[in-house]
């Protein structure tokens, strides 16, 4: 949050969270935790309705970093810096209602390319007070974002086609290596952007999870869940964040990820 992707003709920042809004509400979704970068407002200040419209709604706030930066690109200090940047920001948003926001997702899901780094970065966020948000499920959604904008100007489909495709694809890959696992579907952390596609395609991605039979529960409520213990509490030693990483340490092997073959840079060129 505020937003992610340029935007199509036409359309505004909260005309998109309204959408996505809308589609959670539609489908029942418990609340969301949406990870707030400051950069963004001090760049675009009227974006701060689109968060104001996400907390009216029932949804949270979580630290995303002030800038994006990327963990594996930066030192340690620097990073811890980015972190202290964006907390003023979080507790003025959240002061009317006392909310947890010290949910982090680390940008990039880079969480350390040394395991000096990774350990200081966890005692840093342990200190504060921090859970980590893991992820277990994405098909890479914002990469869709900006070929849509282009393609709308156009008045061209293409962009949309391979979107449900891609989600689908990725369903039975990250179910076959939970199965591989437990035997069982673990609680799956859904990874998404607040982009102009998204907000079109939310209402239909849902239908889709629904018909695979999820349902939809709160971030806590996922991450609290074996999988995840260790990874989400930052005093805890560092331990396999994602389901490759696990299946990797166990000697699995991990599934055939056939990945659909979209020239985003080409799209509606």
Known sequence: LPAHGPLPPGE????????????????RVAPVYGFVN???LEQHPGDEDVLKAWREAGNMLGDHSWSHMNLNQHSLEEFEADVNRNQPLLMQLT????EDWHWFRFPFLAEGDTSEKRAGIRKFLAQRGYKIAAVTMSFGDYQWNEPYARCKAKGDEKAISSFLSAAEDSISYYRDMSGA???RDIPYVLLM????????MLPRLLRLYQSKGFEFVTLEKAESNEFYRQDTDPSLPPASDTLEGLMADRHLAIPTHVVPVVQFDTICR
């Open 38 to 40: 400051g950069a963004d």
């Open 12 to 27: 505004s920042r909260i005309e998109i969270a309204t959408k996505i809004i809308a589609a959670l509400h539609e489908a």
């Open 181 to 183: 696992l437990y035997r």
């Open 193 to 200: 952007h607040i982009g102009a596609l998204d907000a079109e």
């Open 95 to 98: 002061k009317d209602k006392n």
